[in-house]
Nanobody, 124 residues
Framework: QVQLVESGGGLVQAGGSLRLSCAAS????????MGWFRQAPGKERDFVAA????????EYTDSVKGRFTISRDNAKKTVYLQMNSLKPEDTAVYYC?????????????????WGQGTQVIVSS
């Protein structure tokens, strides 16, 4: 069973930065695509970013382009989301997720494993 554990969330002022981490359990990190999603209260879970197995290909939702950077360290079995220039509208619970195929998707249902989430609150 794949286990994903997010960390790094917290409270930050607008304009600040946070780095989220997603650690995967052993023998499960040779996985194709990893993604980050977020869910604000009362809203659906939305795509934020995804990264290919090699790390050479990435994809972002338009609202975070130029501010967020997804990366991965396969040796450490960890995916990161560096978030800069944070805005109050970035406030949400952030989840990392794993796909079983090496094809990007922005649809939550296409991801088979999920972490428990980490809360990010951006104050104005």
């Amino acid at each position: 069973q794949v286990q994903l554990v997010e960390s790094g969330g917290g409270l930050v002022q607008a304009g600040g930065s946070l780095r989220l981490s997603c650690a995967a359990s052993a023998r499960t990190f040779s996985v194709p695509v990893m993604g980050w999603f977020r869910q604000a209260p009362g809203k659906e879970r939305d795509f934020v970013a995804a990264i290919s197995e090699s790390g050479r290909a990435t994809e972002y939702t338009d609202s975070v382009k130029g501010r967020f950077t997804i990366s991965r360290d396969n040796a450490k079995k960890t995916v990161y989301l560096q978030m800069n220039s944070l805005k109050p509208e970035d406030t949400a619970v952030y989840y990392c997720a794993r796909r079983r195929v090496n094809i990007f998707s922005r649809t939550a249902q296409d991801y088979s494993s999920w972490g428990q989430g980490t809360q990010v609150i951006v104050s104005s």
